[in-house]
Structure formats: structure tokens, C-alpha cells
Nanobody
Framework: QVQLVESGGGSVQAGGSLRLSCVASGRTFTIAWVRQAPGKEREFVAASPWNPWSGEETYYADSVRGRFTISRDKAKNTVYLQMDSLRPEDTALYYC?????????????????WGQGTQVTVSS
């Protein structure tokens, strides 16, 4: 069973930056970042397809496009989420999620494996 371990969360003031990391213990297809704010449903943030034919495709939610960047290091089996120009509304528990089939869904429930989450808090 593939396991995902996130790190890099923390507290930052609005306008600041954080970088999240997700290390996968085995092979997966798409890896995504999903966040959940208190009292809200899980929300897709960004995704990186991870298969031989995906190239450098990346996908983003409209709310983070232009501020967040997802990238991967295949040698380290690690996916990163660089978060710049953070806003208080970005405050949430951020999860790394992996899909064991081809596809890049924007629906969080379509992902098969989840990490434990890392908290991001942005103060105004």
C-alpha cells in the first residue's frame, strides 16, 4: 500500500510564502493537493499527473492559479506545492492525495490514497 507523508505547513502572514512537500512510498498516477478549511468541504487545489506520458502537465483551481505552483521530483518520489502571495482564505488543512488510475479529477473523492494533512494558517 502506497503511503503519502506531507510536511512544510506552518503559520505565515498574508503575502508570505510556504512550500509543502509530499513524499510517496511507491508508484502512483496523479498526485494532487486538496485542502479543507474548518466547516467546509474538501477543495481541489492543484494536481500533477505522474505517468510516463504526462510530460509537465499541471492543473490548478482558479482560486490559486498564478499564486501556487505544483512540481515534482521523480528521483525523490516527491511532489511540492509552492504557495506564494498567501491570503487568509488559504488557511486550511492541506492534504496530499494520490490516484492509482489514469486521470486528473478535480473531485477530491476520486483520489484513492491520502496523507495525514499539514496545517497552513495565514494571518491578516
Amino acid at each position: 500500500q502506497v503511503q503519502l507523508v506531507e510536511s512544510g505547513g506552518g503559520s505565515v502572514q498574508a503575502g508570505g510564502s510556504l512550500r509543502l512537500s509530499c513524499v510517496a512510498s511507491g508508484r502512483t498516477f496523479t498526485i494532487a493537493w486538496v485542502r479543507q478549511a474548518p466547516g467546509k468541504e474538501r477543495e481541489f487545489v492543484a494536481a500533477s499527473p505522474w505517468n510516463p506520458w504526462s510530460g509537465e502537465e499541471t492543473y490548478y483551481a482558479d482560486s490559486v492559479r498564478g499564486r501556487f505552483t505544483i512540481s515534482r521530483d521523480k528521483a525523490k518520489n516527491t511532489v511540492y506545492l509552492q504557495m506564494d502571495s498567501l491570503r487568509p482564505e488559504d488557511t486550511a488543512l492541506y492534504y496530499c492525495a494520490a490516484r492509482l488510475r489514469v486521470g486528473v479529477p478535480f473531485t477530491p473523492n476520486e483520489y484513492d490514497i491520502w496523507g495525514q494533512g499539514t496545517q497552513v494558517t495565514v494571518s491578516s
